[in-house]
Every structure is written in C-alpha cells, then in structure tokens.
C-alpha cells in the first residue's frame, strides 16, 4: 500500500459526460501529480500540483482540468468524454516538487461507453 | 524533451535465472533521476529501484541492480534470482527539471514498458 488514495476504483459512463476523479495524497506529501495510461499512448503524464499551486503541464487535453484543495486532495475533472478518452487514470504524490521518486495510488478506470 | 527507449517489449526467462532489461533515454537536462518501475497484473505502479544521475556508483536494492552508463545514456535493470511475483510489466522512467506551467514540462517520462514473464 503506497499511502495514496483514489476513488473511485471503477467508473463507466457515456461519451459526452463529466466526471470526476479524486486523489489523496500520501500524508505529508505536498506534490500531487496525474498520469493517464492507455494501450496505444502508454503512459502519459498530465499535469502537477504543488502545495495547491499548478506546477507543471504534460500532454493534458483542454477538456481535462485539475486542482489541488488545501487538505491537498486533487480532483482531475473530464468533460466532453470521448471513447478515447478510457483509461486508466494515476495519481501520484512525492513529498516535493521534484527529484523524489512518486508514490502512485492503485489509479481508476475510466470506461466511456 | 526527453525519451525513454526499452527495445524488449516482453521477455521470459525460469524462475531463479537472472535477467537484465535494457533501457536507454535521452534528455537535455544535467540533473535528473532514473528510476524503475514495476506494475504487476494488480495494476498498481511500485518503485523499483532509483538512481540519481550525478552519482557514478550504480544503484542496488536488494536482488534488484542497476547499470547505469551516463555518457552511454543507459540504464539497465538486473533482476537477480528471479521470482515468480517479479512477473510484471517494468518500465524505465527518467525524471528531468519540471518547468513551470506555461514552460512546458518535461517531468516524469516512461518508457512504452518490458513486459517479463518468470516461469515456474
């Protein structure tokens, strides 16, 4: 257990919709990061929170946004789900900005039907 | 940005024999990490092992060693006396200097993956 936390585990639903996924990170930990991994892109960092601050963008589509709250959970919200949009989506955190190894949450699995 | 090649996308060898997985990258920056990780059929991604750039002496962790070639910008992975749970997809993962947002991100960049399979 790497101490991160992701709900929901599974989360099916129709292109065209929003959905939300959300993170706790590992206590202690201010950097919260998103990964999406999919069979055809691999896996593919999005986007990172610091101390509730955006820190770095990656390959994170419009339709995609994040935020980190003060408790220092995130949410990643999706919006306009398209069917390429299924995969599985990571979080992780690590105690800084960077040169820390990530602890990853056990992810959810997003189906767009 | 950077890039992260493993030339094996799946390798299988018996339980107890040593195996190493190969993995080369590339980036521009002069301070970054290495590491290597592991995602069994739970899904769940664990650290391997890490290794931090400036550092010439190669990384171990237990059964698990690293051979890290700076200037070949190589980095392998040895998995000595192999288990069956070492059974798992492993990537290879170079972490270089986070730009800020609007700078672009280079980050935290996998490798497609080496698929190995530990036979009993």
């Known amino acids: 257990d790497s101490g991160v936390t992701q709900t929901p585990k599974h989360l099916i639903t129709a292109t065209g919709q929003r959905v939300t996924l959300r993170c706790s990170p590992r206590s202690g930990d201010l950097s919260v990061y998103w990964y999406q991994q999919s069979l055809d892109q691999g896996l593919q960092f999005l986007i990172q929170?610091?101390?509730?601050?955006?820190?770095a963008k990656g390959n994170i589509l419009e339709r995609f946004s994040a935020q980190q709250f003060p408790d220092l959970h995130s949410e990643l919200n999706l919006s306009s789900l398209e069917l390429g949009d299924s995969a599985l989506y990571f979080c992780?955190?690590?105690?800084?900005?960077?040169?820390?190894?990530?602890?990853f949450g056990p992810g959810t699995r997003l189906t767009v039907t | 940005a950077q890039t992260v090649t493993q030339s094996q996308p799946e390798m299988s060898v018996q339980e107890a024999e040593t195996v190493t997985l190969s993995c080369t990258y590339d980036?521009?920056?002069?301070?970054?990490?290495l590491f290597w990780y592991k995602q069994p059929p739970s899904r769940q991604m664990i650290l391997v092992i890490r290794q931090e750039a400036y550092k010439q002496q190669n990384a171990t962790e237990n059964r698990f060693s690293v051979n890290f070639q700076k200037a070949a910008k190589s980095f392998s992975l040895k998995i000595s006396d192999s288990q069956l749970g070492d059974t798992a997809m492993y990537f290879c993962v170079v972490e270089g200097f986070m730009m800020y947002s609007g700078g672009g991100a280079d980050g935290l960049t996998f490798g497609k993956g080496t698929h190995l399979i530990i036979q009993p």
């Open positions: 992780a955190s690590s105690p800084s900005a960077g040169y820390y190894e990530q602890y």
């Open positions: 980036t521009s920056e002069n301070n970054y990490y």
């Open positions: 929170y610091y101390n509730g601050e955006e820190r």
